[in-house]
């Protein structure tokens, strides 16, 4: 009898999202949509971490709107409720499956460097700064993408206008949403630094303090700053007085001498945020098992790398396998596909990145013969040459995986006409820069400190160094799989940093190949494999019994308490929409449609 571990896992973590959604909590002004984690209906379904988010979707939805307007009112809304994740100061990846050409879009919307940086960019006296001096300063702030590829996504596929679509998240932001636990637990976790900036503190320390769970939270600043896009265009914040406000902060870091903090200055002008464009470009397209799997292409190394390690996955029957094995194969191919993405990938305007060789079945094979079933390959493993494909090759000179901050946020809308989007953005670390440009309501990103301080394997070429106009590279896979006759089956994604990629591999494994509902596929305990010594498991893994079978194959572990914050969509039969989120990862997320089915 073949039951997936995982499977069992998760039944455990959804009856412990019942316990702490049924816990007593202060009242509050204003209410809350309720949460859950799995909703299936007619109309269309939106899901992200957050219920207000997601409703501000529905109500577009219901108001006519298409799964594009959407998705940005959902953006838009995680921008007031999720501030340390997402936000008109960040970036992201927009991936649009468009039902009456059965065809896939996709919009890099990842933050540039400055036009005036060099690969010296986080050299101090020749030497990598600190990560953590990079992060919380005006070095690390890239233009923003996130207000560009909401006009690029209505201009080209929406059917509402930005100032329309705006106003769910305008009313949030004006009225206040209820502060729940992640809310307080990130404001806690980002106090000392968010303490060296005023206006940070002033914002999300009210009378400062910690905000009270429970309590209402209102961002009156960003309420208006959505108030002038809807009015302006987001040409105010690449032309005009948005901009403006932008170049000072980041120029001249609004911190608190007396914090003794070194807010380094960056060198972000007009110039930067003038030259900014949201791009338009293909989707990577792997096929696995008669499916065609869309995602993002670099900038972001999320697309290739999943489909590399599908590829190579789809030399096993994964719904024959047993756990350990299916789990041996899902850590061993996501270690491959990581040695090659650490070598090839990079802002494509830059580097010469195969993109098309890294996705095919040619060159998976040829990295697929290196795993074996009883044993375990030695992390740094040796990139590949995809453009010269050699069987079991192990040649080349290993580079690690360099770190990548773990906070992020996805949502996936569909609506009822079967268009369907899968969208991650991010300001990359949980509170960006911990910089709010002051009197706008809104933190900063912190997106530069995804590229190389310095070159990973100083032997080897590092594709992501810094560069003049450069996008670092990021691990988003926003991530849809059409069926043969060009139709979506399921569309997910997550946050997580570098971990994106192996959560968004487990997904669609443990959904396609495993047989899970798409929410147990999402709760499944995760693991994750980024070609280093040591494979990380979330404590469903790590305390349970396949840990010392993989142990025995010489699997070595370490605990990660939480991986990622998926989310996801799946098409039904007859205009039905499944909806699917986390049943406990961030407090669990929220699942809607427009008319629940009975
Ligand atoms: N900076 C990360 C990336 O672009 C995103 C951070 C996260 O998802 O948590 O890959």
């Known amino acids: 009898m073949r039951r997936p571990v995982a499977r069992k896992l998760s039944v455990l973590a959804v009856s412990a999202a019942v316990v702490s959604v049924g816990a007593a909590a202060p009242p509050a002004e204003r209410s809350t949509p309720a949460k859950t984690p799995v909703a299936v209906g007619y109309g269309g379904a939106v899901a992200s971490v957050d219920p207000d988010a997601s409703a501000a979707g529905i109500e577009v939805l219901k108001k006519g709107g298409n799964a594009v307007d959407a998705a940005v009112a959902t953006a838009a809304a995680l921008g007031v409720t999720e501030p340390y994740s997402s936000g008109i100061g960040g970036g992201g990846y927009f991936v649009y499956y468009d039902a009456k050409s059965r065809t896939v879009h996709t919009i890099d919307g990842r933050e540039t460097a400055p036009l005036t940086a060099?690969?010296?960019?986080?050299?101090?006296?020749?030497?990598?700064?600190?990560?953590?001096?990079?992060?919380?300063?005006?070095?690390?702030?890239?233009?923003?993408?996130?207000?560009?590829?909401?006009?690029?996504?209505?201009?080209?596929?929406?059917?509402?206008?930005?100032?329309?679509?705006?106003?769910?998240?305008?009313?949030?932001?004006?009225?206040?949403?209820?502060?729940?636990?992640?809310?307080?637990?990130?404001?806690?976790?980002?106090?000392?630094?968010?303490?060296?900036?005023?206006?940070?503190?002033?914002?999300?320390?009210?009378?400062?303090?910690?905000?009270?769970?429970?309590?209402?939270?209102?961002?009156?600043?960003?309420?208006?700053?959505?108030?002038?896009?809807?009015?302006?265009?987001?040409?105010?914040?690449?032309?005009?007085?948005?901009?403006?406000?932008?170049?000072?902060?980041?120029?001249?870091?609004?911190?608190?001498?007396?914090?003794g903090w070194n807010a380094r200055p960056g060198d972000l002008t007009e110039k930067d945020l003038a030259a900014y464009r949201a791009k338009l470009q293909k989707p990577t397209k792997t096929s696995y098992r008669g499916l065609g799997v869309y995602s993002i292409a670099p900038s972001s190394s999320g697309g290739t790398t999943v489909g590399e390690a599908l590829n190579i996955l789809e030399n096993t029957d994964l719904s024959k396998a047993s756990d350990v094995q299916y789990l041996h194969r899902f850590i061993e191919a996501s270690r491959v596909a990581f040695a090659?993405?650490?070598?090839?990938?990079?802002?494509?305007?830059?580097?010469?990145?195969?993109?098309?060789?890294?996705?095919?079945?040619?060159?998976?094979?040829?990295?697929?013969?290196?795993?074996?079933?009883?044993?375990?390959?030695?992390?740094?493993?040796?990139?590949?040459?995809?453009?010269?494909?050699?069987?079991?090759?192990?040649?080349?000179?290993?580079?690690?995986?360099?770190?990548e901050g773990e906070n992020t946020t996805h949502l996936t809308a569909a609506d009822k006409w079967g268009n369907v989007v899968s969208y991650t953005l991010t300001i990359e670390q949980t509170g960006g820069s911990g910089i709010t440009v002051p009197g706008r309501g809104f933190i900063l990103n912190n997106e530069l400190t995804d590229f190389s301080f310095a070159p990973a394997n100083p032997a080897v070429h590092d594709p992501n160094l810094p560069g003049p106009g450069k996008r670092p590279r990021s691990s988003i896979a926003p991530t849809i799989v059409l069926d043969q006759h060009g139709r979506p089956v399921v569309a997910v994604g997550s946050p997580g940093g570098a971990t994106i990629i192996t959560t968004v591999l487990q997904v669609l494994t443990g959904f396609l190949d495993r047989g899970l509902p798409l929410v147990d596929a999402i709760a499944a305990p995760r693991a994750s494999q980024r070609n280093a010594a040591q494979t990380e498991l979330e404590p469903g893994l790590y305390n349970g019994g396949l840990r010392a079978r993989l142990e025995a194959i010489g699997h070595v572990f370490r605990l990660n308490p939480e991986i990622g914050a998926a989310t996801g969509v799946q098409r039904l039969p007859g205009g039905k929409w499944l909806a699917a989120a986390e049943t406990v990862r961030r407090g669990g997320g929220s699942a809607q449609v427009v008319y629940p089915a009975p």
């Not at 302006?232 to 608190?256: A, E, R, S």
């Not at 993405?341 to 305007?349: E, I, S, Y």
């Not at 740094?380 to 040649?395: E, I, K, L, T, W």
């Open 118 to 259: 060099g690969s010296d960019l986080f050299l101090e006296n020749g030497k990598p700064l600190a990560f953590a001096d990079a992060v919380s300063s005006g070095l690390s702030v890239g233009t923003p993408g996130t207000p560009a590829t909401w006009a690029t996504a209505l201009g080209k596929w929406g059917s509402r206008s930005l100032g329309s679509v705006l106003k769910p998240a305008e009313r949030i932001a004006r009225d206040g949403f209820v502060v729940d636990d992640t809310f307080r637990s990130q404001t806690a976790s980002n106090e000392t630094r968010f303490r060296y900036f005023p206006d940070t503190a002033k914002l999300f320390l009210p009378g400062g303090q910690l905000p009270v769970v429970g309590s209402t939270f209102k961002n009156p600043d960003l309420a208006r700053t959505y108030a002038e896009l809807a009015r302006k265009g987001v040409g105010t914040l690449y032309h005009g007085d948005l901009g403006d406000d932008i170049v000072d902060t980041v120029n001249k870091p609004p911190v608190d001498p007396a914090s």
């Open 340 to 403: 090659d993405r650490g070598r090839w990938v990079g802002d494509p305007a830059f580097e010469d990145v195969p993109t098309k060789e890294l996705l095919s079945q040619r060159y998976a094979d040829s990295r697929a013969c290196l795993i074996k079933d009883d044993a375990v390959l030695t992390s740094p493993v040796a990139p590949g040459d995809p453009r010269h494909p050699a069987d079991c090759s192990s040649g080349g000179t290993a580079a690690p995986t360099t770190y």
